[in-house]
């Protein structure tokens, strides 16, 4: 091992796994009942996380979208391709509202962090508000205005689109038609309602069951990778 990093070495690979395994024992503890194993573990992880990211977030996003900007000719160390670029002063407003953020910290001018946090909410909330109206509004209104027949298609194909045109289109008709309160929900338009609250009971279903199931593949994975240890397979 001499010259080796200690890092890289086997004995390092084998520490590494086995506070793996005990951490992931910590999490799972919580299923019996809440313990100072799994507080422990709790904190380390949102601890930890939190430093990474702090971290990731200061060398991939402040150094160059803000320091690379303001003080070009002082990154040649961090950002050698920031050298030599002009002097951006219009980016000393987001250095000013950072810092008047960090003013949380003082309890007398804590207020002064509202109005730096109200700029931040305001400017994201209406540059994503056409992104958002894009993606989620007029793209859905997009799909459910599809042609129902195709030329150049199969028949088999052909049929399929079709149905599957039909499909989203009433289903979208009648989910609307549930949230028009103007007229009584009886007769034909009754029904047409609460065949659209199947349609959202089913849209909110499939999403809930694709974020179960996410959660179940990482479930899978550590309780694999606790097999693995278990038998020696890791380490």
């Known amino acids: 091992m001499e010259g080796q990093p200690f890092l890289a070495s086997p004995l390092a690979s084998a520490i590494g796994v086995w506070i793996a395994a005990f951490m992931t024992l910590m999490i799972f503890s919580f299923l019996y009942k809440d313990n100072p194993f799994y507080k422990f573990a709790e904190h380390l992880f949102v601890g930890i996380s939190a430093a990474y990211w702090m971290t990731v977030a200061f060398w991939t996003t402040l150094i160059p979208n803000l320091f690379a ?6 990154m040649g160390g961090v950002l050698p391709a920031a050298v030599g670029n002009d002097w ?17 910290l003082v309890n007398r001018i804590a207020w002064l962090s509202r109005w730096a946090m109200a700029f931040v909410i305001g400017f994201a909330a209406g540059t994503n508000f056409t992104r958002y109206l894009q993606s989620d509004f007029v793209s859905q209104i997009h799909n459910t205005m599809v042609p129902l027949y195709e030329p ?3 028949a088999g194909a052909t049929i399929g689109s079709v149905f599957s045109s039909l499909v989203v289109v009433g289903g979208v008709i009648c989910a609307i038609i549930y949230f028009y309160f103007s007229k009584e929900h009886k007769g034909a338009f009754g029904k047409a309602a609460r065949v659209g609250i199947w349609v959202l009971m089913t849209a909110f279903g499939a999403s809930f069951g694709y974020t179960v199931m996410a959660r179940v593949s990482l479930l899978t994975g550590r309780m694999r990778y606790l097999i693995e240890w278990a038998s020696g397979q890791s380490w």
């Open 69 to 74: 900007r303001l003080f070009p000719s002082q």
């Open 152 to 154: 150049g298609r199969t």
């Open 88 to 104: 951006e002063w219009q980016y000393l407003v987001p250095l000013i509202l950072g810092l008047i953020l960090l003013t949380r």
